[in-house]
């Protein structure tokens, strides 16, 4: 029975009530009644005493008006149809801004421009003050929000579940050129995109004990937790793309529970209610920022807990119909892990099914693992995360018990396969002794789940063969890769309307939705009438960005400056240090007067970088990047021909500005480091052309695009594993190259400190002595290869043919064909047409 409310503003009647939700008109003067009957009912406004921030919400509300009939028989249609869905978990989706994607999708972008114009409103100037919802902390959250612009628009049966931070990741100020972060309110001015559904909520419990009880002689177990919170659901239409699909994303809010409350007031004690309120509050509070180590943090836990709790409890409530036999839920549902994060929902699926569906425990497992799959999102064994089973055991104490007797199957298994092989056993339990008693989540992952996936051809292939070699070799074929992937319509239609435009000129408006579709520009790149348009869309995104910084950080872009950008997390693994000894290299070479300014080709280094608050190294980083500029940005000898441009808070936003304008994408972690990277796709998509090494996706870029459209240098991950063994010795590639010692010692020498030299000791001693990230070893191949890119430079006619080359080459980088992927090899969840 439907029982969808009108979204125009006459009251429904009964008979309207039951009736599909009419749709707006989708013409310009439905689109001016509807945005003002908004301000008027939504906000309390007039046209002429709405403030900015009102006819933001009331044009966001009116687009939203559009969607909503559609989206409403979406989730009606998904549960009628009871075919098997996606739920994709993810504690992070980095979002950016909604409303142009809502625009695009519906094809109401000149509608509504000239909707508003005709009340006499700049539709930039309303775009312009969304802040984007910042729920992630880079690659892995913003891959979540490609993947489920990819499910709408790809009719994928599915819904994204995740965590409303009240607070995203933070604001990035720089103080004296030194990181200083700033809390996130990104739901100060309202949020017009949400749907808040108080009476939904649902009781998610913590902590107390377990007991056994008799059950018809058999002996169970069953949890009494200790405390509660209520999470409560808030949904947001994700908008397939001009195909009339509206999916849901769902994020949980922690509130407290009335009973939690009581419990408390009627103790008497008030101030301790409150405190137990905030307490409860807190979970839902803050997105945690990625850090150099993650830390055992109990909050962190209670958040992971708390969504996947709340998901699986919505799934089986609200997807199923009711007496649904339970046995069946592989048919109907598969739940997508990204990362560890929410991988405590396995332990909690079980202790559904086994203490509350009464279903046996095997039985109970073998469903379980046919109903979800983990994806790993990286290669550095500090970045996998563990709880010690001191924490989960006092936290989560039912599901301690079941993950032990897993891991008790699971050795069994193991022993009945190897044999006593103690060493083997240790290295495979899911619970590691040393140093202290913990669980780890990969393994647990990877025992639970029906595939586990990389992120990347190389990625995939070192996690098999470097992290996980016994579980490949006990469970064959559960290893998959399914290289990552980007929306086109984001990062190509909406960031780069003028590239976008020229695409569709030259091969029809198919491609947004079949990327291959761009191996048809590979003919025009021979074309110099092709090549001159694309010049100039290229040239015109310059002065777009050059505009935005101005306005943002008043910096100044100089005109005809090759625009050499590297903009990601920062982390010692990414190498932003060797971009910056690349500036520091050229620099010297101008002020030592071995090369002359004018001699130079212009450049500007664009940075863009966020480090995790207590990361000190990284943040550290981020001193010295703004120290250099300072200073060459402010040194006559330069003749301006180097500028070094780091503007703060990089976000969704700023990349969809800077991504279009780059020439040259830098993509130079130490190889075996970077899982996939999606930066790069977004880049070479843009035309920009790659520096980088042998790493991530990077190696299925270079294979795409072939060795003349791309530079790369360094070391392969097989020779960065042999020197490592050998011993790698950072000095003596400091000794050896003349170039490398002065741009060294420029840093030490307080060159960039007014002198102090203590300011930036920690890096060159770390670069010197300490640098898992051999940023010295492959400093003289980076160098010969940015030689090269200036060489390349300067014949502009061939760079912008390989340009071209690279975004025609490239179509296999769409989220699209990711999600199909994952469709074949992982989840076997057909569209619905
Ligand atoms: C990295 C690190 C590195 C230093 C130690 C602590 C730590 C903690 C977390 C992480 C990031 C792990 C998850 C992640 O964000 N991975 C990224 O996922 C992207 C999407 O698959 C992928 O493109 C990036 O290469 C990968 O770093």
């Known amino acids: 029975m439907p029982d969808q409310i009108s979204p125009v503003s006459s009251k429904p009647s009964h008979a309207l009530a039951l009736a599909p939700v009419p749709t707006p008109p989708s013409t310009v003067d439905g689109f001016v009644k509807?945005?003002?009957?908004?301000?008027?009912?939504?906000?309390?406004?007039?046209?002429?005493?709405?403030?900015?921030n009102d006819r933001y919400i009331a044009l966001a509300t009116t687009v939203r008006d559009f969607l909503v009939a559609r989206w409403l028989e979406d989730i009606r249609r998904q549960k009628e149809a009871q075919a098997k869905g996606v739920c994709y978990l993810s504690a992070e989706y980095l979002l950016g801004r909604q409303l142009d994607n809502n625009l695009l999708a519906t094809r109401l972008t000149d509608i509504a421009t000239e909707a508003l114009a005709a009340c006499g409103i700049d539709i930039d100037e309303l775009r312009a003050l969304e802040v984007e919802p910042g729920l992630g902390n880079g690659g892995l959250g913003r891959l979540a929000a490609c993947f489920i612009d990819s499910l709408a628009t790809m009719s994928v049966p599915s819904i994204g579940y995740g965590i409303r931070y009240e607070y995203g990741i933070f604001r990035q100020t720089f103080v004296d050129g030194q990181q200083v972060e700033q809390p996130d309110a990104w739901l100060t001015l309202g949020s017009p995109w949400e749907f808040a559904h108080p009476e939904a909520a649902q009781t998610i419990s913590f902590g107390g004990y377990t007991e056994t009880f008799d059950e018809g002689g058999v002996t169970r177990s069953r949890w009494v937790p200790g405390w509660n919170v209520q999470a409560v659901p808030y949904n947001y239409m994700v908008s397939g793309y001009h195909n009339g699909r509206v999916n849901t994303l769902r994020l949980w809010r922690a509130v407290a529970t009335d009973?939690?409350?009581?419990?408390?007031?009627?103790?008497?004690?008030?101030e301790k209610a409150v405190r137990a309120q905030t307490y409860a509050e807190n979970i839902s509070k803050v997105l945690y920022p990625e850090d150099s180590t993650p830390q055992g943090k109990e909050l962190r836990l209670q958040q992971q807990y708390f969504f996947v709790a709340a998901s699986i409890r919505d799934f089986l409530d609200h997807m199923l119909t009711p007496g649904f036999d339970l046995s069946k839920l592989p048919d109907r549902v598969i739940f997508q892990l990204n990362d560890t994060h929410p991988v405590i929902a396995v332990p909690e699926f079980m202790r559904v099914l086994v203490d509350e569906e009464h279903m046996e425990w095997d039985a109970a497992w073998e469903i379980t693992q046919q109903c979800f799959a983990y994806t790993c999102h990286t290669l550095l064994p500090e970045a996998l995360e563990v709880w010690?089973?001191?924490?989960?055991?006092r936290l989560l104490p039912r599901h301690l018990e079941i993950i032990y007797r897993i891991n008790d199957e699971f050795l069994a298994a193991v022993r009945e396969r190897f044999g006593d092989d103690e060493m083997r056993i240790r290295n495979m339990s899911i619970i590691a002794?040393?140093?202290?008693?913990?669980?780890?989540?990969?393994?647990?992952?990877?025992?639970?789940?029906?595939?586990?996936?990389?992120?990347?051809?190389?990625?995939?292939?070192?996690?098999?063969?470097?992290?996980?070699?016994?579980?490949?070799?006990?469970?064959?074929?559960?290893?998959?890769?399914?290289?990552?992937?980007?929306?086109?319509?984001?990062?190509?239609?909406?960031a780069n309307p003028g590239l976008a435009g020229l695409i569709t000129d030259a091969l029809g408006a198919g491609w947004t939705v079949d990327l291959e579709r761009l191996r048809g520009l590979e003919s025009f790149a021979e074309d110099p009438e092709f090549r001159a348009r694309f010049a100039e869309v290229k040239a015109a995104n310059k002065r777009v960005l050059s505009d935005v910084l101005r306005a943002r950080d008043g910096f100044e872009v100089s005109d005809g400056h090759m625009l050499d950008v590297m903009v990601k997390r920062l982390h010692e693994y990414k190498r932003q240090m060797l971009k910056v000894l690349h500036i520091v290299t050229s620099y010297e070479r101008i002020v030592s007067g071995r090369v002359r300014a004018e001699d130079v080709q212009g450049r500007a280094f664009i940075f863009g970088a966020k480090a995790a608050p207590g990361y000190v190294m990284a943040k550290r980083i981020i001193h010295l990047i703004n120290a250099v500029g300072e200073v060459v940005n402010n040194d006559p000898r330069v003749e301006g021909r180097l500028q070094v441009l780091f503007p703060p808070n990089y976000n969704v936003t700023l990349a969809e500005r800077v991504i279009p304008a780059a020439d040259l994408s830098e993509q130079i972690s130490l190889a075996g480091k970077e899982a996939s990277g999606t930066g790069n796709m977004k880049f070479a998509l843009n035309g920009a052309l790659t520096i980088g090494t042998d790493d991530g996706a990077n190696v299925e870029i270079r294979e795409l695009v072939g060795d003349d459209n791309f530079f790369l240098f360094g070391m392969t991950e097989p020779e960065v594993e042999e020197l490592w063994t050998r011993g790698y010795k950072p000095a003596e590639f400091y000794q050896q190259d003349e170039d490398l010692r002065r741009a060294i010692d420029l840093i030490a020498s307080g060159a960039f400190s007014n002198g102090d030299r203590t300011v930036f000791e920690p890096i060159v001693s770390n670069l010197l002595y300490d640098d898992r990230f051999m940023v010295l070893a492959d400093y003289a191949s980076y160098i010969r290869a940015q030689d090269r890119v200036d060489a390349a430079y300067a014949d502009q006619d061939a760079w912008t043919k390989a340009a071209i080359l690279n975004i025609a080459r490239c179509g296999f980088f769409s989220s699209d064909r990711s999600i199909r992927d994952y469709i074949d090899r992982i989840w076997h969840t057909p569209p619905m047409l």
Do not use: C, W
């Not at 009973?259 to 008030?270: C, K, M, P, Q, V």
């Not at 010690?388 to 055991?393: F, I, K």
């Open 388 to 393: 010690s089973v001191e924490l989960l055991g």
């Open 433 to 494: 002794e040393s140093p202290e008693r913990s669980v780890r989540m990969a393994y647990l992952a990877t025992v639970a789940g029906a595939k586990v996936n990389g992120v990347a051809e190389l990625h995939s292939q070192l996690l098999r063969e470097k992290v996980l070699p016994d579980f490949d070799e006990f469970y064959p074929g559960k290893f998959t890769n399914v290289t990552n992937g980007v929306t086109p319509r984001r990062f190509l239609r909406l």
């Open 34 to 52: 509807q945005f003002l009957e908004n301000l008027n009912l939504e906000r309390g406004v007039t046209l002429s005493t709405a403030s900015p």
């Open 259 to 270: 009973a939690f409350d009581l419990r408390i007031f009627n103790s008497g004690d008030y």
